[in-house]
């Protein structure tokens, strides 16, 4: 008897093995990954330009968030998180659902004081038409996050500017962001989006 159920321990034992072998799988290539894409060509350019004209402390303080965000990435994080303590509905870019027809990434509304859950991908912020941003020239644009980041939107209390702890990424055309032509006032009015989280990838 004891040999039936060692033999059934070892046969349920191999079974498993043999099904379950994605578990051992490699993750994703970066090379495929379009923030790691985009972040090489920034960091290419940042370093023509540092070649070019030499390196001042802007400069070099930009290229190492860059290369530190570049090994976030290469370390196997495959999304972003963002926080909003703006005091008022922020709109952020994440996965469209299944059952979505508008490409990749949807519009989702943030409450204050709410930050997006982990394994869910936070891919930039919406600004709107009235918003006024630090390091954004014109509204309604996006703030683009990159993977690996987690971002904090603040007000500015002196300028009322929207006040991001990380830098814009500068080679980051959004693309395959639709951009909608709305107020801040048309974002308050909305419900916060109930968030959840994904399988995480790393």
């Known amino acids: 008897m004891k040999l039936v159920k060692i033999i059934l321990v070892l046969l349920v034992f191999l079974v498993n093995l043999a099904i379950a072998p994605a578990s051992w799988a490699d993750k994703p290539k970066v090379s495929k990954n379009h923030d790691y ?3 090489t060509r920034t960091l290419n350019r940042l370093f023509a330009e540092r070649d070019a004209q030499g ?5 070099k303080q930009r290229i190492d968030e860059l290369q530190l965000q570049k090994a976030a990435i290469e370390s196997g994080i495959t999304w972003g998180q963002c926080r909003n303590e703006t005091g008022q509905t922020l709109a952020i870019y994440g996965p469209a659902g299944e059952e979505s027809k508008s490409g990749s990434n949807a519009l989702y ?3 204050d004081g709410e930050t997006t859950p982990e394994g869910w991908d936070c891919n930039g912020v919406y600004l709107p ?13 996006v703030f683009k996050i990159l993977d690996g980041t987690r971002l904090v939107a603040k007000t500015n209390p002196d300028t009322s500017e929207i006040v991001f702890n990380v830098p814009a990424v500068q080679d980051s055309p959004a693309k395959d962001l639709s951009i ?11 419900i916060p989006s109930p968030l959840a989280a994904g399988e995480i990838d790393d």
Do not use: K
Not at 129 to 141: K, L
């Open 129 to 141: 038409n009235d918003a006024q941003a630090a390091g954004i020239p014109s509204s309604p644009a």
């Open 109 to 111: 509304f943030l409450a």
């Open 55 to 59: 390196n001042s402390p802007e400069l």
């Open 37 to 39: 894409v985009e972040m």
């Open 180 to 190: 909608p032509n709305v107020s801040q006032t048309f974002i308050n009015s909305r």
